[in-house]
Every structure is written in C-alpha cells, then in structure tokens.
C-alpha cells in the first residue's frame, strides 16, 4: 500500500515562496517506476494536475500556469518529492495534494493517479 504525506502548505503573500513536501512509501521511489505529481483543488475547481515527475528520472511535466514559477523535484534516497512554489499569485490559493501512480502511461498525463496524500493548503493573500 502506497502512502504519501504532504506538509509545508500556509500562508503567503502574493509574490512570495514555498516549498511543500511529500513522504512517499519506500515502493515508489525505489522501484524507479511511478509517476509522481502535485495536483490542486479549490472549492470552484475540480482537482487538477500541477506538476509531475518520473521517479526513474526525465523531465517533469507542468501545467502551463505555473510554468517557470514552480519547479517539481524528488530525493529518491529520501523517499521525498517537493514542490518549490515561486512568484505565487492568488489564484494559486488550493488545497494541494500529492498523488502517485504506475508509469503505465507517461507522467506528462495528468490522469490515473491510484494514490493521494490528505492534502495541505496554500493561501496566497494579495
């Protein structure tokens, strides 16, 4: 059973930082063989993809309004993932969630995620 656990989520003014984190279970990083991702979600929107990276390795994938602002990364020795937020803007104000699948597909799919952290919130205040 996979597991993941996101923390590092709070408050922020517009224009500001932060990195969330996400333990994963052992499998999945040392497997070399999951899709791992950042999705988001407000109360108006439905849950959608941020950003997404192999664990095998190769470029990560992003959705085009955080392009160039956030940047995905792991340490597979650590069984970690993050999500380095820059420039942050309102709109990016969700409830964040880490999420992982099989690389059945390729990570630049957004879709078939099996596994999902509890979440963490990110308020960007202007």
């Known amino acids: 059973q996979v597991q993941l656990v996101e923390s590092g989520g709070g408050s922020v003014q517009s224009g500001g930082s932060l990195t969330l984190s996400c333990a994963a279970s052992?499998?999945?990083?040392?497997?070399?063989?999951?899709?791992v991702a950042w999705f988001r979600q407000t109360p108006e929107k439905e849950r959608a993809g941020v950003a997404a990276?192999?664990?095998?390795?190769?470029?990560?994938s992003y959705t085009a309004s955080v392009k160039g602002r956030f940047t995905i990364s792991q340490d597979n020795a650590k069984n970690m993932l993050y999500l380095q937020m820059n420039s942050l803007k309102s709109e990016d104000t969700a409830m964040y969630y880490c999420?992982?699948?099989?690389?059945?597909?390729?990570?630049?799919?957004?879709?078939?995620?099996?596994?999902w952290g509890q979440g963490t919130q990110v308020t960007v205040s202007s």
């Open positions: 052992e499998s999945v990083f040392s497997t070399h063989s999951y899709c």
């Open positions: 999420a992982a699948r099989r690389q059945s597909y390729g990570c630049n799919w957004f879709g078939g995620y099996d596994y």
């Open positions: 990276i192999s664990t095998g390795g190769g470029n990560p």
